[in-house]
Nanobody
């Protein structure tokens, strides 16, 4: 059973930073493309960023380019999302996801974490 365990969400003021972590098994980490999605109340789940299994290709949504950075720690089987210059519109539940194919469509994801809430106050 594949598990993705997120941590690092919380409350932060606009302009602040947060770092999310997503830990998984070595097999899942090495064999899947992983990413972060988010869902705000009343809105559809959207892709924030996705990274290929080898780290060679990264996608960022336009809304987070230049502010968010995804990274992988091979030793810890963990994917990170560093979020800087946070805005109130970044408020959402953030989900870690993994997929066998490279995709930014949430419907293509094969595995999901339970989500972690990020709240950015103005």
């Amino acid at each position: 059973q594949v598990q993705l365990v997120e941590s690092g969400g919380g409350l932060v003021q606009a302009g602040g930073s947060l770092k999310l972590s997503c830990a998984t098994s070595a097999r899942t980490f090495s064999m899947t493309n992983m990413g972060w999605f988010r869902q705000a109340p009343g809105k559809e789940r959207e892709c924030v960023t996705v990274i290929t299994r080898d780290g060679g290709r990264i996608y960022y949504a336009d809304s987070v380019k230049g502010r968010f950075t995804i990274s992988k720690d091979n030793a810890k089987n963990t994917v990170y999302l560093q979020m800087n210059s946070l805005k109130p519109e970044d408020t959402a539940v953030y989900y870690c996801a993994a997929a066998w194919m490279f995709s930014t469509d949430h419907r293509d994801m094969n595995y999901w974490g339970k989500g972690t809430l990020v709240t950015v106050s103005s």
